[in-house]
């Protein structure tokens, strides 16, 4: 990945009308967004349609290359990049579904957290699911499981772009975990 200050370098020289830095800035963030597809899609099957160039393409067109000067700093576009993929994955898990079971939801397991993106598509569902309600219970612990989850990101990579300590996020990815659990325990699903 860039440098930490790479990114938010470009975005305020990019604000600033500095020429160039707008065509710098696209590309720096083509590049992270390559690295974050193939975290994202190392673990899944061959059968799978979506390739790597398939999503980093599909979500640089949903960034907008020529609004990537938008993005406050480096944080704000891996929070925005991995809510992006997130979409995406969850759109074509969804129509794979659809077309698979008739559209039939299914829990998945906590067990299943850790990859879930190897998991089937009606299993990548009900993560998002999971997701949006765990987002309206706490904001931080939903955005570090779809950064682990669907970008990819380590602890520490995670708790550098959110500016917390890799302990704090340790603790949060365990919470998260254990909410999550708890949920699918009350739904009967485990």
């Not at 860039?2 to 370098?9: F, P, R, S």
């Not at 992006?84 to 129509?95: G, N, P, S």
């Not at 009900?126 to 682990?148: G, K, N």
């Amino acid at each position: 990945m860039a440098a930490t200050g790479d990114i938010t370098g470009l975005i305020k020289a990019a604000r600033g009308g500095e020429a160039g830095a707008a065509d710098r800035l696209a590309v720096l963030i083509y590049d992270e967004l390559r690295v974050l597809a193939r975290r994202c899609l190392r673990d899944r099957s061959a059968a799978d349609t979506l390739s790597t160039t398939a999503l980093v393409h599909e979500a640089y067109l949903r960034i907008g290359g020529d609004e990537a000067s938008s993005f406050s700093d480096r944080a704000h576009f891996f929070a925005y990049a991995s809510q992006v993929m997130r979409r995406i994955l969850v759109d074509q898990a969804r129509r794979a579904y659809a077309d698979k079971r008739g559209g039939q939801a299914h829990h998945v397991s906590i067990d299943d957290v850790a990859l879930p993106l190897t998991a089937p598509p009606e299993q990548i569902v009900a993560l998002d699911q999971m997701l949006d309600r765990l987002q309206s219970y706490d904001e931080r612990l939903a955005r570090i499981v779809e950064m682990r989850v669907f970008a990819g990101l380590e602890v520490d990579e995670a708790a550098d772009v959110l500016g917390l300590s890799e302990r704090t996020v340790k603790r949060d990815w365990r919470k998260a975990r254990a909410v999550l659990g708890a949920w699918l325990a009350e739904a009967g699903e485990t």
